[in-house]
């Protein structure tokens, strides 16, 4: 891509973005530049992968073409303030931080400053995340191709509209969770018909990973491919039909808005 791309923040999040990024070519190493207050973690993804460091945020402001902001919401605005001197208009700030709008993010650098906010999620940790970016008006149709190149390095991303959001923070961002206590559920269901509880967590976990491909790469309706499933009158759809019973689809959309929600009002 040829840019330096900087990064305040080394967490999790941070580390598994710039893993994606180092092992698809899209930037080298040293082109890499990361503060991170807490030191250990900057250590640590300097050792693990051999990108600069800095010593502040502004510096990493000075010396790369695109900041990402891997920091909690509540650490956004004293970021910006700081870095905002150094912000210039060809440079483009993109922000992870949940809840945090365009306009909030606006509000905090000089005026037209690119701004992009992104709402990542977790399983970018094994370079199958969702992520979903939204941009001002001063970001540029070359701009979305290489930040689109950038989160497509550690999972799958999308351009959406900012007021759908808080949408992904509660569909894809909180997502994860809701599918892990599936996973869990499923395993527990297992275990209670004698399954071991190593065997059944495995069943369980590949079983949903093979079922979100499917769903992928055949571009199949998901009540289409739960039909190829269901026979007439078979275990499956005994399953479905006790699901149904027990508000399964009511009750994972419940957990969808609310998260939604509670987005909002961050």
């Not at 870095?83 to 909030?104: H, N």
């Not at 540029?140 to 509209?161: C, H, P, R, W, Y």
């Not at 007021?163 to 395993?187: N, Q, R």
């Not at 079922?211 to 078979?234: C, F, I, N, Q």
């Amino acid at each position: 891509m040829g840019k330096t791309i900087g990064f305040v923040g080394a967490g999790n999040m941070g580390k598994a973005m710039m893993g994606g990024i180092v092992k698809a070519g899209i930037a080298a190493p040293q082109e890499i530049v990361v503060y991170d207050v807490y030191l250990p973690s900057l250590d640590a993804v300097q050792t693990e992968l051999g990108v600069t460091t800095a010593s502040n945020e502004k510096e990493v402001m000075e010396k790369a073409d695109i900041v990402i902001l891997a920091v909690k919401p509540n650490m956004v605005a004293d970021v910006l303030n700081t870095i905002k001197g150094e912000v210039s208009e060809d440079k483009l700030i993109v922000s992870i931080a949940a809840g945090v709008t365009l306009e909030r993010l606006s509000a905090n650098v000089p005026e037209k400053t690119k701004i992009v906010r992104v709402m990542p999620n977790t399983p970018a940790l094994v370079g199958e995340g969702m992520s979903a970016l939204s941009c001002n008006s001063y970001v540029t149709k070359a701009d979305q191709e290489e930040l689109l190149k950038i989160f497509n390095s550690f999972g799958e991303a999308e351009i959406v509209s900012d007021y759908l959001m808080d949408v992904v923070t509660g569909l894809s961002g909180s997502g994860p969770a809701f599918v892990y206590m599936f996973i869990e559920a499923l395993a527990d269901g297992a275990v209670a018909e004698g399954m071991s509880r190593a065997n059944a967590y495995k069943f369980a976990a590949q079983t949903v990973l093979g079922s979100a491909k499917v769903v992928l790469e055949t571009g199949k309706h998901p009540g289409e491919l739960k039909d190829m499933v269901s026979s007439p009158g078979g275990t499956t759809i005994a399953g479905v039909k006790s699901l149904e019973n027990d508000r399964f689809r009511a009750a994972v959309m419940n957990a969808v808005v609310a998260a939604t929600e509670k987005s909002r009002a961050l």
